[in-house]
């Protein structure tokens, strides 16, 4: 495994409501990322930090933000959840070879 | 616009029948070239990285080789465990992100019957 945790793992909440999903890594990677996967469409990027207080937007991340405190944890929150945004998230770290290793993942159901 | 295109979306095959799984990608200069296994329920699992046309990566049943348009994943007298969904993702030299995104297909659901 490469050190990376998820919590929650599953999530059902209802549209309007504020979500947070966490990302957890043991590995001291400097570069972490949020995905989403739908049927139908490869994994899209959110957003990644490539540092402490460090984030960028990927292609997808109208209606989402994220925060990076500690190095360890990289924060995805939906400010007010839309249906649309049911989905499974991942999250992934990259290591010094550049390549991307994703945690479990998080299914996220918006009613 | 970086894109990835897998084929065939499915592919069911006889334990022992080897086959091979398609990737072609057009990026604006490849930086890198990645194979993910995913179970159902599951994180991908890294697999492989590809730099340069040419290149080839093996493991186990699994390899994987390069040119300047697609990679192939080969799988040699695949057993049931083998089944998973195989995704391909590529990396490019230059994007609006750095080189920190990665553009993924939408990846081949392979299936081994005992």
């Known amino acids: 495994d490469a050190g990376i945790t998820q919590s929650p793992r599953h999530k059902v909440t209802e549209t309007g409501t504020p979500v947070t999903l966490r990302c957890h890594q043991t590995e001291n990677h400097r570069y972490m990322y949020w995905y989403r996967q739908d049927p139908g469409h490869g994994l899209r990027l959110i957003h990644y930090?490539?540092?402490?207080?460090?984030?960028d937007k990927g292609e997808v991340s109208d209606g989402y933000s994220v925060s990076r405190s500690k190095t360890e944890d990289f924060l995805l929150t939906l400010e007010s959840a839309t249906s649309s945004q049911t989905s499974v998230y991942f999250c992934?770290?990259?290591?010094?070879?550049?390549?991307?290793?994703f945690g479990p993942g998080t299914r996220l159901l918006v009613l | 616009e970086d894109q990835v295109t897998q084929s065939p979306e499915a592919l069911r095959l006889q334990e022992g029948e080897s086959s091979s799984l398609n990737c072609s990608y057009t990026v604006s200069g490849l930086r890198g070239l990645f194979w993910y296994r995913q179970d159902p329920g599951k994180g991908p699992e890294f697999l492989f990285t590809?730099?340069?046309a040419g290149e080839e990566k093996e493991k186990e049943r699994l390899k994987a080789t390069l040119t300047k348009k697609e990679s192939f994943l080969h799988i040699t007298a695949p057993k049931p465990e083998d089944s998973a969904t195989y995704l391909c993702?590529?990396?490019?030299?230059?994007?609006?992100?750095?080189?920190?995104?990665?553009?993924f297909g939408t990846g081949t659901r392979l299936t081994i019957i005992p």
């Open positions: 992934a770290i990259r290591d010094s070879q550049e390549t991307q290793y």
């Open positions: 993702a590529v990396q490019a030299g230059m994007s609006n992100f750095g080189n920190e995104k990665l553009t």
């Open positions: 590809l730099y340069s």
């Open positions: 930090s490539y540092g402490v207080k460090d984030t």
